[in-house]
């Protein structure tokens, strides 16, 4: 029997993230854990109870009242909240745009990391986020980051966007991507920043299948040395 690894894979808004590390890990028959949506399950919560973002003490007492689970499903993965399904509603633009906010204290990610450590413990898991290489699994046997143009990752959401039937804009997506994303590099906790033992693969001109069998190929060559 092959060893079980935990593959890493971080990376800007929309770079393609969750997408590939859905399709590696039904390749693999590992489990993919979404870190973002955990971030946005929060967000969501906090905003409903309108608990001020800024105040990071009463975001972590929220939190530890909070139960967070990821079911896995055959495409992905469905988030619940304190037992109601969130995982559409957590995409929202309210959301989106206050999410970074909540992530930003080291408070809340302390909480957060302890989770997604726990989920990782037994390896065979693919996690995607910002911080999973650096921070949340920093002896991952694989670490993945991806990025891509903003023209190209607001083209993306742009076409997401259509297909869903939301109203969209190009121009007004390439800023939300642009300021979130220097937020989330430049904050003081654990930025975005990519592990110094991390592959960085430019996902700008590639198809789906094309990162995703560049990951697998990756893998198979780690798994192969073990
Ligand atoms: O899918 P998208 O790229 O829009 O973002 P996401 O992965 O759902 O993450 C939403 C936000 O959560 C990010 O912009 C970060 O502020 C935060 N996040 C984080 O701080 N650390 C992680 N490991 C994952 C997400
Ligand atoms: O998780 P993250 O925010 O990094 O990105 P995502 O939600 O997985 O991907 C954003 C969009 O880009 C999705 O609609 C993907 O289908 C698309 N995508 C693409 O067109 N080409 C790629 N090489 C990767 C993703």
Request: charged share 35%.
């Amino acid at each position: 029997i092959e060893k079980k690894i935990a593959i890493a894979i971080d990376g800007p808004a929309a770079a393609g993230k969750s997408t590939v590390a859905k399709k590696v890990a039904k390749e693999l028959d590992y489990t993919y854990i979404d870190t973002g949506a955990m971030y946005r399950a929060i967000t969501y919560k906090a905003l409903k109870l309108k608990v001020d973002l800024e105040n990071p003490e009463q975001l972590h007492q929220l939190i530890k009242k909070t139960t967070l689970n990821l079911e896995q499903e055959q495409n992905g993965q469905k988030v619940i909240l304190d037992n109601a399904d969130v995982t559409e509603i957590i995409r929202n633009q309210q959301v989106t745009n206050s999410v970074s906010d909540v992530a930003k204290h080291a408070l809340v990610r302390e909480e957060m990391v302890k989770r997604q450590q726990e989920m990782a413990q037994e390896r065979g898991v693919v996690m995607d986020g910002r911080d999973i290489g650096t921070h949340v699994i920093p002896d991952a046997e694989v670490k993945i980051f991806l990025i891509a143009s903003v023209e190209e990752r607001a083209i993306r959401r742009n076409k997401e966007n259509i297909q869903k039937g939301y109203p969209s804009r190009l121009e007004q997506l390439k800023e939300e991507i642009s300021k979130r994303d220097k937020l989330d590099s430049e904050r003081e906790v654990s930025p975005l920043i990519k592990a110094h033992d991390a592959i960085e693969i430019d996902t700008t001109a590639m198809s789906i299948e094309g990162v995703k069998n560049e990951i697998l190929v990756i893998v198979e060559k780690i798994r192969e040395r073990k």
